[in-house]
């Protein structure tokens, strides 16, 4: 590849494409690399130091039982982890499908229609749900329940003040509202486990035209009447206890429902997040998408076949067990002469005990974690793991003379009446789980032929390369995921003391040190659990910076047209003022527009946000000026790293002139995407001292206003949290997350990470090289070089034969790939990333099979294929579709079906072109287009 470029060696290469201003010019100070083996066994000894306690501690976590079948069909299956977000919806059916179960899931449970599969955890969603209810109310005031779980309390905090929305306590029993109450936050049951009946506060907040927002566990829903039953307009939570273990703070998949308020169906429309929607492919058979503006995605329940209801069944059985248990820890501890807070409970008790320090000691001696509270109480939360032997250690720290046995256990056990909710008001009894698809799959084997046929509608990382620019779609390597069975790193509770993680706080000291050294930063935050989190807590940081130093009225961010769309949506939830710069005609940063802005804006300038290289797939040689200039205004410099899998090893945005950025974990990182999450975005910071160019910046300017945490506090943080644990996603059984990136880095050491980037920089440079001559290239640098990405042009084609770049897009599958990023960040154009993952045989075949659309292209241009029916327009074809008996377009089947030969083992897309009136525009994210902030 490199005779193929002209160049002698990998270094040669990249010292041309890098400019010399930035180059780091030494190696970075790292550990030695060590083998997959090592890397194993020193991780094993790491995750020893863990300490795994029985934990009763609640607040939104419990332990669960993730049974073997999923382990080993879904968890520990690369198939099923490895996918892209399910954007080409023709080859991600089967994500799409059991995204859209846990949607349905989520709808019946809560009792609210509207559903969505996006959100990060709990206490983000309940954030979400405060800034949804503001704009569709248009009101600035919401009113908390301070029985919320702390995090959430924290969340609302943080996320609210700048998008000026004020919070106030609410009293449930006499809550003082008045017209600019936007909603009600209350938790169900709330964190001291209690149930409470809110039906004359829900009537009363619908009289004053507030919403209500019950934050609920879905667990408890099975028992409890649904906040649909009760006039809930919004419920939100938490899906952890669905089978995700603790692993100390996620990744939790997060959710919102919401109900028709209102005859426009305003919550519906405005509901942030990804929402699966059913729609209907060329055939006019049934296929899935994600739906943006249209909210139509819920399946019609009177097509359901069957009300057979075994998983109701089994959330029953759960949850009376579940209370069975906790009843019988009731007449204990009563015994024992403690005494109960509350009256109506779900699994969880506040205890006021008679002796705190002998309850904490016994604790402690027996390994078990409860809540204190600050009044001197006790919380003790139960889940489906509580078992005889759990019971009998749980009374033994109450009661130092019992001695329970396990015969005792269970025949009181069977004494506890069931059900205890019964028909209590509290009681639910309205139907949920009623779809067809929850009462089907009755025995393993037709459980894993389910799992097996979803995995197999969708193309992922074990099909083919998915060359998604920006997206760095690289290999995540076995050994990386091997520690996903450990105990040690998934059955820690997040806000477990911290002595009992020593384990994870090593991993996690590692990393910051590393990631400083590969960045140039001075600090960095673990917290973020996605890039676009990360962006905000960086501007957070900026932005409370500013505030602090006096300087409150530097808002503006200047950001420019080629930004990704998550970068102005980040700034506008920052409370800042979006600016946009233009681009030149190469794609670079328009220099003098950026220079003219920061000076018109020199009193209000707060940052920039940059992309570097730049979204363009390129390094552009003014970046250290961008920088110098917008600290000259007195701003700030924000670079987006997603792109840093161009410049490990061998530039750093520390160096060059950027104070804070974050890092895509689930990119340049090895996590893997899990078809469109979870990830991790930690943003490192700059201590100013070491920039000349503005003097008057105190020492470690943004480090105190990284992201903090109210239950487990962090060194000198003193910014609210933007995710709900402290560490954010630490690990799972999902994906032991930030074990992943340890181990990558651990074994690549600091050779291997340069050589990964010159790789990622050759392989990019090899493909456009190829492609030249049948493609434009649209940006290159100076030297005719692009970075790690590149963008080929499909624009021409629309005016020469009417092929648009979906219809390119959409014939790749028919060739057993995934389309490159489409139209962003231009238009009509595909974003090739090949990654340093790949070689060269798989990317010649992507090659080949851009080479073989264009020459099929060439065919329509020269009218040897018709204009409106031709193998693009047409594509994807369907297995079924090209062996049917009534094959009746103007080309062969070969041509439709298997255009290469190795297309007789391809991934056959499962439905033809989906019909989708919208979103070809705007398919990287769902927020909307930078101009529409201006
Ligand atoms: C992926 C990406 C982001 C957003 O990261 P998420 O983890 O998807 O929120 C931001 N900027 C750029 C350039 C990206 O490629």
Not at 473 to 497: C, Q, R, Y
Request: proline fraction near 5%; glycine fraction near 6%; charge should be neutral.
């Amino acid at each position: 590849m490199l005779d193929f470029l002209g160049f002698k060696n990998l270094d040669e290469l990249t010292n041309t494409n890098v400019p010399s201003q930035i180059r780091l010019e030494r190696e970075m100070d790292l550990p030695q690399p060590i083998d997959e083996y090592r890397m194993l066994k020193e991780l094993k000894q790491i995750a020893g130091k863990n300490k795994v306690y029985r934990s009763y501690i609640g607040m939104g976590y419990y332990d669960t039982i993730v049974p073997a079948v999923i382990i080993r069909n879904i968890t520990q299956n690369i198939g099923w982890i490895s996918q892209y977000t399910p954007y080409q919806a023709e080859i991600s059916q089967g994500r799409l499908e059991s995204l859209l179960n846990f949607q349905t899931m989520v709808a019946e449970l809560t009792g609210l229609p509207t559903t969505n599969a996006s959100l990060l955890d709990e206490s983000t969603a309940v954030a979400e749900a405060v800034a949804l209810a503001s704009r569709a109310t248009k009101r600035s005031k919401v009113m908390v329940d301070p029985f919320l779980h702390p995090q959430n309390l924290d969340l609302i905090k943080t996320r609210s003040a700048p998008l000026g929305i004020s919070t106030v306590d609410l009293c449930i029993e006499n809550p003082q509202l008045d017209k600019d109450v936007a909603a009600v936050v209350i938790q169900y049951p709330d964190t001291e486990g209690r149930v409470q009946n809110l039906e004359e506060i829900i009537t009363k907040v619908h009289e004053n035209k507030s919403l209500v927002v019950l934050v609920c566990d879905l667990m408890s829903l099975a028992l409890l009447r649904s906040p649909g039953d009760l006039g809930a307009d919004i419920a939100v939570g938490s899906a952890q206890r669905f089978g995700v273990p603790l692993g100390y703070g996620g990744p939790h998949a997060g959710f919102m429902a919401v109900g028709k308020n209102d005859s426009k169906n305003t919550l519906s429309r405005m509901m942030p997040g990804r929402i699966i929607g059913v729609s209907k492919d060329a055939n006019g058979e049934r296929a899935l998408r994600l739906a943006l503006q249209t909210r139509e995605q819920h399946i019609r329940r009177d097509k359901a076949t069957s009300n057979i209801c075994t998983a109701q069944v089994i959330f029953f059985a759960i949850c009376n067990i579940l209370l069975k248990r906790r009843q019988f820890i009731v007449l204990e501890l009563k015994l024992a002469g403690h005494t109960i807070l509350h009256k109506d409970y779900f699994d969880t008790l506040k205890v006021q005990v008679t002796d705190i320090n002998t309850v904490k000691k016994r604790a402690e001696q027996k390994q078990i974690n409860l809540r204190y509270f600050a009044d001197g109480s006790v919380g003790v939360s139960l889940d489906e793991t509580t078992k005889a032997e759990d019971l009998i250690n749980l009374v033994s720290v109450f009661n130092e003379t019992s001695d329970l046995n396990e015969d005792q256990v269970m025949e009181a056990l069977a004494e506890i009446p069931s059900p205890l909710i019964g028909n209590s008001i509290h009681a639910r009894t309205s139907k949920f789980l009623q779809h067809p698809v929850f009462n089907s799959y009755h025995s393993e084997a037709q459980l894993v032929r389910y799992i097996k046929r979803l995995e197999n509608k969708d193309v992922s990382l074990v099909h083919s390369m998915i060359p998604l620019g920006s997206c760095t779609m690289k290999l995540n390597a076995s050994a990386e995921l091997i520690p996903i069975t450990w105990d040690s790193f998934n059955g820690i509770h997040p806000f477990a003391p911290v002595k009992q993680a020593s384990g994870y706080q090593k991993i996690f000291k590692d990393l910051e040190k590393w990631l400083c050294e590969i960045t140039g930063y001075d600090n960095f935050s673990l917290q973020p659990n996605s890039g676009a989190n990360g962006e905000y807590a960086g501007l957070l940081a900026i932005r409370n910076y500013l505030i602090h130093s006096g300087q409150p009225q530097r808002n503006v961010c200047l950001i420019p047209t080629s930004a990704h769309g998550t970068n102005p949506a980040s700034a506008q939830m920052a409370n800042m003022r979006v600016v946009v710069v233009d681009s030149d005609h190469h794609g670079n940063i328009n220099y003098k527009d950026l220079a003219a802005k920061a000076e018109k804006y020199s009193n209000e300038l707060a940052a920039v946000m940059v992309t570097y290289p730049s979204t363009h797939g390129v390094f552009e040689s003014s970046i250290k000026d961008v920088c110098d200039k917008v600290h000259e205004f007195g701003g700030q410099v924000y670079l987006d790293g997603a792109n840093m899998n161009a410049q490990v090893g061998l530039c750093r945005p520390g160096d060059y002139g950027s104070d804070v950025s974050h890092l895509n974990l689930h990119k340049t990182f090895c996590i893997p995407h899990g078809g469109g999450g979870p990830g991790v975005g930690p943003i490192g910071v700059k201590f100013f001292e070491k920039n000349k160019v503005v003097q008057n910046f105190r020492k470690k300017h943004l480090s105190p206003f990284l992201p903090g945490h109210s239950i487990i506090p962090i060194d000198g943080r003193n910014t609210g949290a933007v995710s709900a644990a402290p560490w954010g996603s630490a690990s799972n059984f999902i994906l032991s997350l930030l074990p992943i990136t340890w181990a990558y880095i651990r074994m690549m050491g600091h050779g291997g990470l340069k050589k990964a980037s010159q790789m990622a920089i050759l392989n990019a440079n090899y493909m456009a090289r190829r492609l030249e001559g049948a493609y434009r290239i649209v940006y290159k640098d100076e030297q005719g070089l692009v970075a790690h990405e590149f963008i080929i042009d499909c624009k021409p084609f629309k005016r020469s034969t009417g092929v648009e770049v979906v219809d390119i897009a959409k014939r790749l599958m028919d060739y057993g790939f995934h389309s490159p990023t489409m139209s962003w960040p231009v238009n009509d154009c595909l974003m090739i990333e090949p990654t340093e993952s790949e070689d060269k045989a798989e990317m010649d075949r992507l090659v080949d099979a851009l080479l073989s659309i264009r020459e099929e292209i060439a065919m329509v241009e020269r009218g040897e294929l018709d204009r409106q029916i031709n193998p693009l327009k047409m594509a994807p074809h369907t297995l079924s579709k090209v062996a049917s008996d009534s094959w009746n377009l103007p080309y062969s089947r070969e041509l439709a079906g298997f255009p290469k030969h190795w297309c007789h083992h391809k991934t056959w897309p499962t439905v033809g072109r989906i019909d989708d009136q919208f979103g070809d525009r705007n398919l990287v994210c769902t927020c909307p287009p930078i101009e529409s902030y201006q």
